[in-house]
Structures are given as C-alpha cells and as structure tokens.
C-alpha cells in the first residue's frame, strides 16, 4: 500500500469519526452518508459470481457519458459480458436520483454508491462483484481503492480522460505499470508519454455524443415539452431562454444583464431555470431572489429534453464551479451562451469554432446580445448557425461502437456463461 493510499484512507475514516461525534454540514455529510450506504445494493451473496463490466463517474455526466454503451442490450451482446454483468457506480451524492433511474432500466448486478476508502469495505466490494474489467469515465481516482483494484489478477482497465491532460501526477503514478488502456477523445490526443512503459492508446471520440442524440429522437418522437407540466414549455411569442444546470454566480450575472434591458423589451423574454443542485433548498432560495420572474423548475434529469424549441440557452458552471455540459444544448441546434470560464469543457473550444457557443463576462455585452435576439431576423441567423453546428455534431456518431470493440478486444480469459 502507497503512502497516498494509507492517506486517503486515513482522511476518509477521520471524517467518518467526525461525522459520528459532529454531524458534517451540507453536502459534505450527505456524501459521507452515501458512500457508507453501499452495502444496501449489494446482489445476493453468492459463492462464483460472474465476472462484471464495472462503470464508474464520479456524478451523472460522467456515467452519461457512457450510458449508450451499457443502456443498449445490443451493444452489451457484443462483448463478452451480459446485461446483468454490469456494475455502475458513482462517488457523488449528486448522482443519487441517476443511480436510481438506472436501477428502474436496467438488470445489472449493482448499481450505487462507490464503497468508502477503507480496506475491508473494498475488499468486500470486489468479492462480492468480481470486476474482470473497470471502465473509468473522465478522472475519479480515489487513490485506495484504486490501488486495490488494480491489484485484482487478471484485472483490466480502460480509461477514458475527459481531456489530453486530464488526471496529471495523481494519474500516471496509480495507472502506472497497470493493464490499462486508454480511450482518447480527440484524433491526435496522447497521453502514453507520460507512462514508462507507455500505455496503449485508441480513439473512441466522444462518447456522450452518442447517448445525447438518442434522446433527443426520443424527445422529438413525442408532442408533448418536457416542461409542460411545469409550465415552463418555451412561448413563441417570447424570446425564449434556458438557463440550464445554474449557479448563484450565473444568477447574478443574468440579473444584471436583465436589469440593462428597457422594461419593454424585458416583457418580450420568457425565462425558465433549471438549477444544478435541485435538492438544495438554500441554492434554489439564492436563484429565485436573484431572479424573482424567473420560473424555475427544480426537477432532474430532463435538462437535455428541455433545451428543445427555446431560442436561447445559458449552461452554467461558467464562473466558479466549472462549465457544464453545453453538447446537450448545442445539439439542438439552438445559440448556446456561457460564463467565461471554459475551461473544464473540452467541446467548448470546438463549439466556438462553429459558431454555437459564446461565453460573455460583461452583463452589458450580453444584454446587447439579448436585444440582438429580440429582432426576428438577427435571432434566425443565429439558429441558423447552431443548426449548422448540430448537423456538424451528428456526422461524429460512433464513439459507441468504438468502446464496444475496445471491451470486446480486452484479454479477460473465459467468462462463465
């Protein structure tokens, strides 16, 4: 056991103590109380269990980056694994109500919280699931269990960094010497000079990608908005715009920017809020005095669905906690605003290029950009170019496919049918 591991596992069982004596605050005590929980979605012992096909994110955009792998019974037939065979897990407490709409969906052996950092509970863990392969979904690396993982015989690994930088010293010291594999996001990204010997490397793409454009077929499929009974369906006779995974920080901004435009031209914009966190009563508190005519629905799970047929959408994060997710939105096809901070999104950059996504830092810039909206024609040259970028998106299915073929490649020696 490394000296990170023996840390790792000391500070989470310091802040168990705490909690028993102390009661942590906030989210902090709720994730604590998440991780301990495990055990309460555990199958049925029993004495072989199959071997499984571990997923694992740190929160819900992670693993809906590689939910079009393991939502399709057609892709999982693909490889060497069933359906049942499948373990999702998360380290979020945000990842909850995922987690649990994953378990409604699906016939997998466990789906729930990552085990603590303690040894026993992973040890535990790893018996009672036999994971023959690990696939990581951007950078989570909980140092203890990972080591212990790892230390499985036979054991493989693909990991699938958000970014060609992703992950840094903490990376190549757990990974390396390991059996793992590396799915790059980007044709001409590398990471292998960082290990000694060299990690094998191949191209998946974007994999959320995937999992976005299927539902939102699905979402065309029906007539009815996602947001309609919540009275949030997008007007036509407003200026319609989404503010979607939102922070105090983002309200704030766009309170003041709404405070630039005359009272008429306020009037022609319809407003509806999706908030990040939407079982913090106290941050859904702070948007709603930030942006009293603002209607906000603090549901999850339908931020993708509900972007459909608005004019506009702001994705949040772009301040201080770090810009969401802005493919589910540009794909569309609709102008995509943001904070100025983009850089936790590699698609940002991408997304610039084409013309879809503006990031503003002046509430005056964004009110001009606003009033710019509010002129018909100014408004269709901008969806014109958002659609343009959505087919761009479209033509760059695949990612899917391309994770299959690397599970199904993986040498992990007979599984028992």
Aim: one cysteine or more; a positive charge; proline letters at 7%.
């Amino acid at each position: 056991m490394t000296i990170l591991g023996q840390t790792s596992e000391i500070l989470y069982r310091a802040l168990e103590l705490t909690d028993q004596w102390l009661a942590l605050p906030g989210k902090l005590g709720r994730s604590l109380e998440f991780r301990m929980n495990w055990r309460s979605f555990l199958p049925p012992a029993h004495a072989q269990p199959r071997p499984t096909l571990w997923f694992h994110g740190a929160s819900v955009g992670e693993l809906e980056d590689v939910a079009a792998f393991f939502s399709s019974p057609d892709l999982v037939a693909r490889t060497s694994f069933r359906p049942d065979d499948l373990v999702l897990t998360a380290s979020s407490v945000s990842a909850s109500a995922a987690l649990e709409s994953f378990r409604a969906k699906l016939p997998a052996r466990y789906i729930g919280p990552l085990p603590p950092e303690k040894l026993s509970d992973i040890r535990e863990f790893l018996a009672r699931l036999n994971p023959a392969l690990l696939v990581m979904s951007h950078t989570d690396f909980w140092p203890r269990l990972l080591e212990r993982t790892l230390q499985e015989p036979g054991l493989r690994m693909i990991w699938l960094p958000n970014r060609s930088e992703s992950g840094g010293r903490l990376a190549t010291r757990l990974l390396q010497g390991k059996a793992v594999t590396i799915g790059l996001k980007n044709e001409g990204d590398t990471l292998s000079h960082r290990f000694r010997p060299p990690l094998p490397e191949k191209f998946t793409g974007n994999l959320r990608l995937d999992r976005i454009l299927r539902r939102i077929e699905l979402a065309r499929s029906t007539s009815e908005h996602v947001l309609e009974r919540h009275g949030g369906e997008p007007r036509k006779s407003h200026l319609a715009l989404i503010i979607g995974s939102a922070w105090p920080e983002d309200a704030e901004f766009l309170a003041r920017s709404f405070e630039l435009l005359a009272p008429e031209e306020r009037a022609r914009l319809q407003v509806v809020l999706l908030p990040h966190e939407t079982k913090d009563s106290y941050l859904i508190g702070q948007l709603k005095s930030l942006l009293p005519e603002t209607r906000i629905v603090a549901v999850q799970g339908i931020l993708l669905e509900a972007y459909r047929n608005f004019d506009f959408a702001w994705v949040g994060g772009g301040f201080k906690t770090g810009l969401h997710n802005l493919l589910e939105a540009a794909a569309w096809g609709i102008p995509v605003f943001c904070g100025p901070d983009v850089r936790k999104q590699t698609d940002a950059r991408h997304l610039q290029r084409l013309g879809v996504v503006e990031p503003f830092s002046q509430p005056e810039a964004f009110a001009e950009r606003l009033r710019g909206g509010l002129d018909p024609l100014l408004r269709a040259q901008s969806r014109e170019r958002a659609a343009r970028a959505a087919s761009s998106l479209e033509a760059s299915r695949g990612a899917s496919l391309r994770l299959t073929e690397m599970i199904a490649c993986q040498e992990i020696g007979s599984l028992k049918s």
